[in-house]
Nanobody, 128 residues
Framework: QVQMVESGGGLVQAGDSLRLSCAGS????????VGWFRQAPGKEREFVAT????????YYADSAKGRFTISRDNAKNAVYLQMDSLKPEDTAVYYC?????????????????????WGQGTQVTVSS
């Protein structure tokens, strides 16, 4: 099955850091922009950060700017999300997904439908 596989979530305290990983399963992601998203209980899924296939373009949601860093290693078929200074409001299930069009970059992603091959997600819980 073609999908992304996330890992690295856990239970941490406010101010701690986590590094999430995301890898393509059964396909290569090197030609695709990849995004990280999150969904808190009772809320809609939202964008966190996206990175272009050459890593030369990056977008962060306001909630992630200055605290989260997205990166990728195409040789390892993986994308990462380094999360520092975590807050209780960062508690959510974190997902990654690829742009459905290879080689495309969306400056300010707003439509979840532009991304596909969603993974099962990884839970991040930040206690106060």
């Amino acid at each position: 099955q073609v999908q992304m596989v996330e890992s690295g979530g856990g239970l941490v305290q406010a101010g701690d850091s986590l590094r999430l990983s995301c890898a393509g399963s059964a396909f290569y992601i090197r030609r695709y922009s990849v995004g990280w998203f999150r969904q808190a209980p009772g809320k809609e899924r939202e964008f966190v950060a996206t990175i272009s296939w050459l890593s030369n373009r990056i977008y962060y949601a306001d909630s992630a700017k200055g605290r989260f860093t997205i990166s990728r290693d195409n040789a390892k078929n993986a994308v990462y999300l380094q999360m520092d200074s975590l807050k209780p409001e960062d508690t959510a299930v974190y997902y990654c997904a690829v742009d459905v069009q290879p080689g495309r970059w969306i400056d300010h992603p707003t439509h979840l439908g532009d991304f596909g091959s969603w993974g099962q997600g990884t839970q991040v819980t930040v206690s106060s």
